[in-house]
């Protein structure tokens, strides 16, 4: 039974995590509304809810008058599945954050090399002063914060739109779960260098920096989920 604040928020985790957790197979019907509601102990508008976020995710697909029916997340899923499969049960997921951490290493190196071609002075600028303001960040939260804001306009100045799309996408588990990420960052990576190949339009050295601070950071976290 559920408490009786955010229903439908809870709700939907509540069968989120059924789904990505194997309790409902692909192709499998789910219970009714009505029986949800009742297993949960909630109202059915909570239910009806939680259903349409789960069909918004791509998790189950409804059809009127049929069964919902269980849908495969690696064939209908987008990247905002990636919230629930790597941080869930209050932990991270070792080989969902494995695989994130490497798709965000080349993104982000590629990323690195289109801004070097395309960032405008602004743009320039403003990873050079983030990159100072990493290095003498107060705290290790500001530090983090500092280092999304830094990637974050890396992938503006690459001017990609799907790139931008998969970073908006993270935005919310990377700040939820600040403590949880906090191996990522260290003001000894080289921000500055990265900043510096990008303002000069250097795109394979910056490419290069990109990528190898996105490995370390990898590394790191990994180890902490060790």
Do not use: C
Not at 195 to 213: Q, S, T
């Amino acid at each position: 039974m559920l408490t009786r604040t955010s229903l439908p928020d809870q709700v939907f985790h509540r069968l989120v995590s059924d789904v990505l957790a194997g309790r409902y197979a692909a192709g499998e019907r789910l219970p009714t509304q009505r029986a949800l509601a009742a297993e949960l102990g909630v109202n059915m508008a909570s239910v009806r809810e939680g259903v349409k976020r789960l069909e918004q995710l791509g998790l189950v697909e409804v059809r009127h008058g049929d069964a919902m029916r269980v849908l495969d997340w690696r064939l209908h899923g987008g990247p905002d599945v990636l919230v629930h499969l790597i941080a869930h049960a209050g932990a991270l997921d070792k080989e969902m954050a494995r695989a994130v951490m490497e798709a965000r290493r080349l993104l982000l190196a590629e990323s690195a090399r289109l801004a070097a071609a395309r960032r405008s002075d602004e743009q320039a600028a403003l990873l050079a002063s983030l990159a100072e303001q990493v290095g003498a960040a107060e705290d290790r939260e500001a530090a983090q914060h500092l280092d999304f804001a830094f990637f974050a306009v890396l992938i503006q100045a690459a001017g990609n739109v799907v790139f931008l799309l998969i970073m908006n996408s993270i935005r919310a588990l990377y700040l939820e779960n600040l403590e949880r990420f906090r191996p990522l960052v260290s003001a000894a990576d080289p921000y500055g260098d990265a900043a510096r190949a990008v303002g000069e339009r250097d795109g394979d050295a910056a490419a290069e920096i990109v990528g190898r601070l996105a490995a370390a950071q990898e590394a790191r976290l990994l180890d902490a989920l060790a």
